[in-house]
């Protein structure tokens, strides 16, 4: 249940050069405007990838040192690369594929994580990781998708479960699109992991795609939307369904761009004593 999925060397390529800028950067702007800064602040970051938004972070907190873990070692190197580039900013990355990490509990200032991809009944396993890193009053930056996110691709896996008359595909399409969190209940499960003084961000953005295998082959999608996806619906086989989307995409939008609305959230919480 680690908060991100390992990505190949090429993937690891192509979410630093397309997915950050196009998609992932709406999340870290948000924990970029809602941390807090500290002296001599240590981040850890949680399933970082290829490392964004860790340099941004350090800067913006001033003296700070951020240690991300992540399990793909592609992307770590490409991370590491990054920081060499920077002067050898205070960064450090390590391989991780499980929680707990094995970074020391109580030693962080700052615990993010962005666009975690993790089953719903797991969730409070991430968020108690993050209480763990952290030292009194320290501070959790989770940014997720929040309810209401990639609805139109749920309303085409429903369509599709009535066609084919699957009941138990839609009942779970519908459950996986009522679990994604709410401001409230992002609150309650951080204050239940052992955070308060909780404030959720939300802003709204919409991703456009010209044809239903430009949606399908998007490295966003590919990379971060299908596999959040898929994890919400508890990894069943959704190849057909996704066929489906594809064809139907094709089909109601072959004049006008198919665009897909993401809520944006940021959640910031203390550590409590």
Known sequence: MFPSEPLSFADA????????????????????????????????HLG???????????????EASAYGVDPSEFALELARNKVSAEGGAPIEYLQADTIPTPLPSGMFSHVVCLHPVVQPKYRGQLFAEMSRLL?????????????GSF???GDLLREYALKYDDGDFG????????????????????????????????????????SGRALIEDPVCRLLVMPEIRASLDDIDIQPALAYLKDAV????????????????????????
């Open 13 to 44: 390529a192509v979410f630093e050069t397309f997915v950050v800028p196009r998609y992932l950067r709406f999340f870290g702007d948000l924990i970029q405007e809602m941390v807090l800064a500290a002296p001599g602040a240590r981040v850890a």
């Open 171 to 210: 009942r779970v399409v519908e459950e996986a699109m009522i679990s994604r969190p709410t401001l409230e209940s992002i609150s309650d499960e951080l204050e239940l992991a052992g955070l308060e003084d909780v404030d959720v961000e939300v802003r709204q953005t919409i991703l456009g795609f010209d």
């Open 250 to 273: 094709d089909r109601y939008w072959s004049e006008a761009q198919f665009e897909l609305t993401v809520n944006v959230g940021c959640a910031s919480a203390r550590r409590s004593g």
């Open 151 to 153: 609805q139109e691709i």
């Open 135 to 147: 030292y009194l009053r320290g501070q959790a930056l989770i940014a997720m998708p929040l309810r």
């Open 48 to 62: 970082c990838r290829t490392g964004y938004p860790d340099w941004e972070l350090c800067r913006r907190i001033g």
